[in-house]
């Protein structure tokens, strides 16, 4: 199988199993913001975050290096797996050790009294993390995925009985991925033999000294995309302003605004999935530079698509996603979201250029155009969110990340490049930033110039993604 027509099996694969699972999550979603409080579920979310925070500062990201090492077929599989999990379980015995300490971070006084809950669920997400990855890194795509189905539907049936049956709240939000993620770690232990690849002995001292060389790089960049994806609710629960709506209950709005833009995420991530491991494979081929332009361009015009038709359907589907009859306040979350969604778009298309980071082993790259990104998204939510509140803080997220896309557009580019069209990506954006000023402002008749416009970039995108599926399904090498 050409390398074409295996990103595309890839990527459907990956598509039922991820698909599947965000239909819980929607469902998720919705129970969440019917038992918790917009300052309830900032605490959930701030949890949230702490996990995605924690995991790989103590996990060294190297469920990465999992993945490119496993890949490789120079490297013995047993060897990477028995590595990865020897240095990871040192690392999260350090971080057993330290969490005490959280309690004495000021803005995280929401979580007081989850301290121990966020241990064993970092533990539980790791170890699921771990030998999720080595899957894929032995290429079993359709258990990989198998196993996200089984893990979100866990995940609804606990969080069923914890949240609404026993009225746990946050704690049983905690429990419920505890038993969701334990119960993924054990079925796919089981199910992929992976007894089979720990073995103390394979234990290989030098092969995780590159690993490490190889994931460490990753950690703080890791760090600064969820300080930077978390930071404006940070800012917003406790920036005080005379002129706007900002506090707890505002980050918690704010929050659950963000679940519609995540659908685009959602998307991208199910073609990620397939794109780092054909990224990776495919790093030495004559081709390469064709491969990234063909792809990039099917994936840019499908995100533009796609964001514009979620800003049609804006309102009914954040009345799906949104539970609003326990907490009307919720009711206001989708005025924030058209922002959010073209940050979205560009959160997307900045991935798929760390993939070039990755397969050509220039991760220290990625932190530093990050590291770049975090420091503005701080200012911009420091000088927008007193004058404008929530919405200033989306419009902060939306302009880090269109500049994240703009330094790794350069600097990948200098290590496979694939051509683009600048004049193309500037017209998607404007027409995209249109439709979010329909939405935000409102003027008369704004429904009738949001179809047109997401009309326009239907035609701006259209043929040239099925050209380049067509070409990307052909069979010729």
Not at 48 to 71: H, I
Not at 77 to 101: D, E, N, Q, R, W
Not at 126 to 132: F, G, H, N, P, Y
Not at 216 to 223: N, Y
Request: aromatic share 16%; net charge positive; hydrophobic share 55%.
């Amino acid at each position: 199988m050409n390398k074409y027509k295996n990103l595309a099996m890839n990527t459907v694969i990956f598509a039922v199993g991820s698909f599947s699972s965000k239909i819980f999550s929607l469902l998720l979603n919705n129970l969440y913001t019917k038992h918790f409080s917009p300052s309830g579920f900032y605490t959930k979310t701030l949890l949230d975050t702490l996990l995605l925070f924690m995991v790989p500062v103590f996990t060294f990201s190297l469920t990465e290096a999992v993945v490119r090492f496993g890949l490789d077929r120079k490297h013995d599989k047993a060897a990477v797996f028995t590595t990865a999990a020897v240095i990871t379980a040192g690392g999260l015995a350090v971080m057993a050790l330290l969490s005490p300490f959280l309690r004495f971070i000021p803005f995280l006084r929401q979580i007081n009294g989850y301290t121990f809950l966020l241990v064993v669920y970092i533990l539980a997400s790791s170890a699921r993390a771990l030998c999720s990855q080595f899957v894929r890194a032995r290429e079993m795509v359709k258990l990989f995925s198998l196993d996200g189905i089984l893990t979100t539907m866990t995940m609804f049936i606990f969080s069923l009985i914890f949240i609404s049956g026993m009225d746990m709240g946050v704690s049983g939000f905690m429990l419920a991925g505890i038993c969701s993620d334990l119960g993924s770690a054990v079925f796919l232990f089981i199910a992929a033999g992976l007894r089979r690849y720990f073995d103390m002995s394979r234990f290989d001292a030098p092969l995780g000294k590159k690993m490490l060389r190889f994931s460490l790089p990753l950690v703080p960049t890791a760090v600064m995309w969820t300080f930077t994806g978390f930071s404006d609710q940070i800012f917003i629960g406790n920036i005080h302003s005379d002129k706007v709506f900002t506090g707890v209950d505002a980050a918690g709005i704010y929050s659950a605004a963000t679940k519609v833009p995540n659908l685009v995420s959602m998307v991208a991530t199910v073609f990620f999935q397939a794109w780092n491991m054909s990224a990776i494979t495919e790093n030495e081929s004559a081709d390469r530079e064709a491969f990234y332009e063909k792809v990039f361009a099917s994936f840019e015009a499908m995100l533009f698509i796609g964001a514009a038709g979620l800003m049609l359907i804006l309102r009914p589907l954040s009345a799906l996603i949104i539970n609003y009859s326990t907490f009307p306040e919720y009711a206001t979350a989708y005025r924030y979201t058209p922002l959010l969604i073209a940050a979205a778009v560009f959160t997307c298309l900045s991935f798929f250029l760390n993939g070039i980071y990755t397969a050509t082993g220039h991760t220290k790259n990625a932190f530093w155009s990050i590291f770049a990104v975090c420091m503005v998204n701080i200012v911009l939510n420091l000088c927008l969110i007193p004058e404008w509140g929530i919405q200033g803080a989306a419009l902060a997220t939306f302009m880090s990340y269109l500049l994240c896309y703009c330094i790794r557009m350069i600097d990948a580019r200098y290590y496979v490049p694939f051509r683009f069209s600048p004049a193309k990506n500037f017209l998607n954006t404007g027409l995209l930033l249109t439709m979010c000023g329909f939405w935000i402002f409102q003027p008369s008749g704004y429904f009738i110039m949001l179809v047109l416009t997401a009309a326009v970039i239907a035609a701006l995108n259209f043929r040239p993604m099925l050209l380049t599926v067509n070409k990307l399904l052909r069979r010729e090498s």
